[in-house]
Every structure is written in C-alpha cells, then in structure tokens.
C-alpha cells in the first residue's frame, strides 16, 4: 500500500542466498537511477524459506551505495518489497507471487533476476526492461555468452525443439533471467496452471511458449557472459532433463491446438548479437558420458523397445556397440527419437510420464557426446552452422511427429 502503483518491477526469488544477494540488490537499484530515473520503480523480493537472513540482507543493503557514478540519482523513491510465499523453494510459486504482486502494482513492465548470477550488471537491467516497457513487447528472452560447452541440453534439444514446434527463433526459452509486460502477466496469473509440476519447476518457459501461442510480441535481448556464484548448486543431468523436456512435453500437450497446424519457423525481434562464443571452457570425463550412454541403453532396453519405433530402437542399439573414437549418433536419428519420446508422451500407456521423459537421459548424453567429438576442434562459426542443421532438421521431420501425435502413424 505504501508503494502505489509503479512502472518498473524487478522481482528476486530467493532461497538461501544472503552471500550473494546484496549485491543483486544494488545492482538493480543502480540500474533504476542511471536509466529509469523518471519513472516509478520497485524491487521485489520474493523468498521460498530461506534460513540464513536473505530477506534481512535485503532491507538492510544501503541504497546510498547503488548511487549511479555518473551522478545521477532517481527522481522517485526506490521502493523494496519483501515477502516469504513458502517454506520450501518454488519457481513456479515465486512466479505466482510475482505476477500478483505486479497486478496489485499495476506494474506495466517486470524483470526477474537470479541472486546466485554474480554478472549481472546495470545494462542486463536496462536491456531486460527496455524492450518490454518502451517498445511493447511481452516477453523478453535473454541471449547469453556461452563457451561452445555450456548451454548443451538447450543447443541440442530444447531450442531446435521448441522452434520446429512452436515457430519463433527464441533460443533461451528455460533460463533465470527474463522480463514481460504487465499484459502477460495478468494473462498467464489468471490460468489454472499453479499445482503442474511442469509449471512449477520451469514457470519461464511455460510464460514464453504462452506468449508465442497468443500470438503476443516476443523479442531476444543479449546480456552477456552468465557467471554462477561459486556457492551456487547446479543440477545434475537427470534433473535438467527432467524438469526442462518434462516442461516442454507438457507445453506440447497443452497447446496442441496451437502448434499443430504450423510449419516452419520465423525469427523475433534480437537486441544485440544474436550469438555469442567465449574462448574458456573444457568438458572433462566425456568418456564417463559415453559409458552411461551405452550402460543405460543396456538397462532400459525394455523401456526404450517400449517407446521407440523398431527401426530407431534398433539403430540405438547398434551404435551403442561402436568404439568412442568411432561412435556417432547423427542429427536424423536424434530429431527423429526426440519426436518418438514426445509422441510417447502423449500417448497413454504402461509407463508414466516422468518416467518417458527421464528414460531419454541416457540417449541424450549419447547425442551430447556426440556432439563433444565431432566439434572438439571447430571454430564457432562451425559450431553455430551445425546448430543451425540441427534446427532445420527438427523442422523438417515435424510432419513424423504430427503423425504420431494424431494416431496416424504406427510406431
């Protein structure tokens, strides 16, 4: 009530993050009085339990210290909110808290900031707000400097995927960071989606694909290189998968209507270089990889016979048997046990869902170590070509899963 109605709301889930938090704060509120100095703004704290003080750390951070250095300072009262939604840690809760929040604030623009992301500067702010609040658009994906090893699950699967599907290039659909509009956000906070598991886990993903079957405005802004806190948990593969694959397996499910009958796919609006490669960066134990490829193969044998057409299922077996140095697991045969797993998916059967979209774990290693041999030496421009194939060969074989998808084609 203090707060009135605002403008700008850049909102900071949390969980257990007083090391790293203060200074998300600041910089935020540096970002607001170099860039947003006329207009009304607030910082949102939304906390799932945390036991170590986050939410102290937040109100005490002294703003004085986030004064810009070119001199410049708000016109208006930097508010900063917090609240506890939960015991525990949810994605899809702190988003729901979020959107609330924005409507009681009738905020016309909102960001969503990681604390564990200690890159973060004033400019990913700007570059985050500005879209979405002076050139109306509803969603805003981030584009991040990546070395040519990070961000594989998304490089491999979840972007090439989601283009064929739902027909817009936005390649960092499942990311920490993101912005839209206040129009967004009362649409997707009046859905009845909360209690989903796959909403969730991944609430970023579900908004943008949502946006996308609205037919709202969705845009890419570059950020830069993402640096995670050294304190920070990162998931481990099966986790990945299963949150990221389960979310966008889902999304098929949930708006088939909407991405059945499309074809191809169209670019967004990109602020900044649309891709970036950094230098650093090694994979190590990629042989541990192939040999939970192949032992994983061995171990869902039925479950995979279960999924799989019987000539995919039986390429898969086969080339589990090559040598490292000569194993390939090529770009058709992936798009095409892809599309075999998301068929399986909605199809009703002996196997539960979580349980499809985790069996493709060890196949998705495979492809990744697939990809770990054949780019070893290639520059970025290879690399980004190869992505690029990749991408194109998910839309041609879109048909296969329409097919699938409709009963019209036997497995």
């Known amino acids: 009530m203090s707060v009135g109605e605002v403008d700008l709301l850049v909102a900071i ?13 600041q910089v935020i509120e540096e970002s607001y009085q170099q860039n947003f100095i006329r207009d009304r703004v607030v910082i949102l704290n939304v906390d799932g339990g945390s036991t170590d003080h986050t939410m102290d750390v937040v109100a005490s951070v002294d703003g004085r210290k986030a004064i810009g250095r070119r001199g410049l300072t708000s016109l208006r009262t930097v508010h900063r909110v917090t609240a506890q939604y939960a015991k525990s840690p949810s994605p899809g809760m702190a988003l729901r808290t979020v959107l609330a929040t924005a409507d009681l604030l009738h905020a016309r623009s909102c960001a969503i900031i990681s604390p564990t992301t200690v890159s973060v500067d004033t400019s990913w702010i700007a570059n985050l707000l500005r879209p979405a609040y002076r050139q109306d658009f509803d969603f805003v994906a981030p584009l991040y400097a990546r070395n040519k090893y990070q961000g594989l699950l998304a490089r491999l699967l979840l972007y090439p995927m989601s283009r064929a599907i739902f027909g817009k290039r936005v390649r960092e659909l499942y990311c920490e960071e993101w912005s839209f509009s206040g129009r967004l956000a009362m649409q997707c906070l009046g859905q009845d989606v909360w209690n989903d598991d796959a909403v969730r886990a991944r609430p970023e993903a579900w908004m943008g694909i949502n946006a996308i079957c609205s037919d709202l405005k969705c845009c890419q802004s570059f950020l830069g290189p993402k640096v995670l806190s050294p304190v920070a948990t990162t998931q481990d593969i099966v986790e990945a998968v299963r949150q990221t694959v389960g979310n966008l397996f889902w999304c098929l499910e949930n708006y088939e209507s909407q991405w059945l009958n499309r074809s191809g796919s169209e670019p967004v609006p990109t602020f900044g270089p649309e891709h970036e490669f950094t230098e650093d960066g090694r994979v190590s134990n990629q042989e541990k990889i192939f040999e939970l490829f192949r032992t994983g193969v061995t171990e869902l044998d039925s479950v995979l016979a279960s999924i799989l057409a019987p000539d995919t299922y039986a390429q898969i077996k086969e080339i589990s048997t090559h040598a490292p140095d000569k194993f ?10 892809a599309y075999e797993f998301a068929a399986s998916y909605h199809r009703p059967g002996v196997l539960t869902r979580g349980h499809v979209v985790q069996a493709l774990v060890p196949l998705y290693r495979g492809r990744m170590y697939s990809f770990l041999v054949e780019h070893a030496e290639s520059s970025a421009d290879e690399v980004e070509a190869d992505s690029e194939a990749l991408c194109v060969e998910f839309e041609r074989q879109k048909p296969y899963l329409v097919q699938m998808w409709k009963g019209e084609t036997q497995r």
């Open 328 to 337: 390939r697991f090529d770009s058709e045969l992936w798009v095409k046990t």
């Open 13 to 25: 889930p949390s969980f257990n993050n007083a090391n790293t938090i203060g200074q998300t704060v």
